[in-house]
């Protein structure tokens, strides 16, 4: 089965410095990864996806993605972090049972920007 | 874009009510849509999976006949929490993933969630 893990409960960056959120995946073939971000009492929204192609992936808000095939990682970026970033992020990769596709997510990171 | 529109967003309600959940896929056609439960500060855990015109998909460990699941349209699932307990006071996220019609490996979208709180 397809999973990911998030080594990193928390992240704490001050305003204006780079973030990285960490994500490893384990899967059988080739691997379709998503990150979504959560604010408080919302669902999830879609950042960035990597299907194939360019391992830098580049999403919403000015969030990038650097996927690496020989470390299994798949870790979140931005190279200017926003108090407004301040959120849950989620990792995620599809799975596929029987004839249906799923996702799979991580257990989560929250991330603090401080002013 | 691709909204997905849950509602209510809260939901209070007497222990032994039931209690349905609106999921709508509001500028696209769904055939596949998702039901997670989130617990506080944890991730989500996936419920079923709704396709249209057909039975859900359960995960283990949950419960068909205390999660009813109807998919009746490509825009529309419910989600009915029966006979509801305090156990079952949780965050409930709904999310649809477009057609393949839209182009192949389409993510996820997500509704912004309904807070059940079970008195």
């Known amino acids: 089965a397809q999973s990911v893990a998030q080594p990193e409960d928390q992240v704490k960056v001050a305003e204006g410095n780079p973030l990285t959120v960490k994500c490893t995946y384990s899967?059988?073939?080739?691997?379709?990864l998503f990150w979504y971000v959560q604010y408080p009492n919302r669902g999830l929204q879609f950042l960035l996806k990597?299907?194939?192609?360019?391992?830098l992936v580049k999403g919403s808000y000015g969030f990038e993605a650097e996927f690496n095939k020989s470390q299994t990682s798949f870790h979140l970026k931005k190279p200017s972090a926003l108090v407004s970033d301040s959120a849950l992020y989620f990792c995620a990769v599809r799975d596929k049972v029987d004839s249906s596709y799923k996702l799979i997510f991580g257990s989560g990171t929250r991330l603090l920007v401080r002013p | 874009g691709a909204v997905v529109s849950q509602h209510p967003s809260r939901v209070i309600c007497k222990s032994g009510t039931s209690v349905k959940i609106e999921c709508r896929s509001l500028?696209?056609?769904?055939?596949?849509m998702f039901w997670y439960r989130q617990f506080p500060k944890q991730s989500l855990m996936l419920m079923a999976t709704s396709n249209e015109g057909s039975k859900a998909t359960y995960e283990q460990g949950v419960e068909k006949d205390k999660f009813l699941i109807n998919h009746a349209s490509l825009t529309l699932s419910t989600l009915t929490v029966t006979s509801a307990h305090p156990e079952d006071s949780s965050f409930y996220i709904c999310s649809a993933r477009k057609e393949a019609a839209y182009g192949s490996n389409q993510p996820q979208h997500f509704g912004d969630g309904t807070r059940l709180s079970i008195l």
């Open positions: 500028d696209f056609q769904a055939t596949t």
């Open positions: 899967v059988s073939g080739n691997p379709y």
């Open positions: 990597y299907i194939t192609g360019d391992n």
